[in-house]
């Protein structure tokens, strides 16, 4: 009898333990995750030799990698007094650094870069409130003040025509140049304070851009065709500031969520302006139980996977674009590195990243992410 007791007994909690988890899986999704130590993956950290505060990364035509290096961290502004920025150039065929390019004297700091197809590298900077190029072939910089002043250009796209879209993150605005004139455009949302941070063109050469404000978050999206469109994130009781922004090339925009510690998904053969239609938001596993979070660099693989990592936990993460929501965690890459805005994948499918506390430019050499 105390055998039959005690099986019964059994057969209770484990009958309770598969309800839990019925309901978790219920709850949550992007449940099926996975956690794996940094050491499963080689990772190689590069210092920024005189470089402070690394930020966006760019890839040129030969594969280099370019790091903007604001020599300062915006918060959301720099001193007065702070020195303008450089840029940084790594082979990473030798592994070495192989070029520095400082600012002139009357020019700002860079957080984003991206080059035309002639090769020259584009970079707003946020606190001069004006527009930079610099020609490698030449090692000529210039730059444009644009028609709103404080308004921090931030971000940086470049559409299939060749104009330059930013982001003016301390008002309301996206603003777009075309070289060829040299004249700017400005469009503003509907909201005073929409603070646009992230930006990003498809293939139809729409611009998508996030509304970083919580008391807004928002996605935006201005049209080929002139129409200024938004979606709203869906409001879980959870504080959104979305951040950046990509395309998969497809029907898929991703973007992460800041101190949400999320990624979010909006599928365009479902998306329905003003509302929250085709958007899906993913939590992924945060390894430190102390430290805050916020979801910031953003990438997509050549598998369709989004790479991305949290600034506040050092993490680098993966999460697998095929139905599946599962995620892998790289934790931690260093300790208070600062992974944030800086998150690339290059031709070769290697994932670079800048450590802005460390001033290191980091690279997975060999990841088989979700093997």
Known sequence: MKHIRLLAIVFILVAVVLAFVFVRLEVRPASIVSTTDAAAVTITDAPIPGGVDPWGLASDAQGNIWVALPGCDPNPRCAVTAAPGK???YNPDILKWTASYPFPKNFGQPLFLAFDKQGVVWFPMFQTDALGSFNPATKAFHQWPIPTKKAGPWAVAIDHAGNIWFTEH?????GRFDPRTQTFQEFATPAKKSYPYGITIDVRDNVWFTENNRAVALIGEYTSQGQLLEYPLPHTGVSITPHLIITDGKNTIWWSEG?????????????????????????????????EIHTSGLGIDQDGNIWFDDSLQAILGVFSNDGKAQFKIYSPLTQYSHPHDGLLIDQHGRIWFTEETYSQLGLILKSNALS
Do not use: H, M
């Open 259 to 291: 101190v949400a510690g999320r990624l979010g998904k909006l599928d365009l053969t479902q998306a329905q302006p003003g509302t929250s239609s085709g958007i899906s938001e993913y939590s992924y596993p945060k390894p430190c139980k102390t430290c």
């Open 170 to 174: 301390f008002i309301n605005r996206i």
């Open 87 to 89: 840029l940084a150039v």
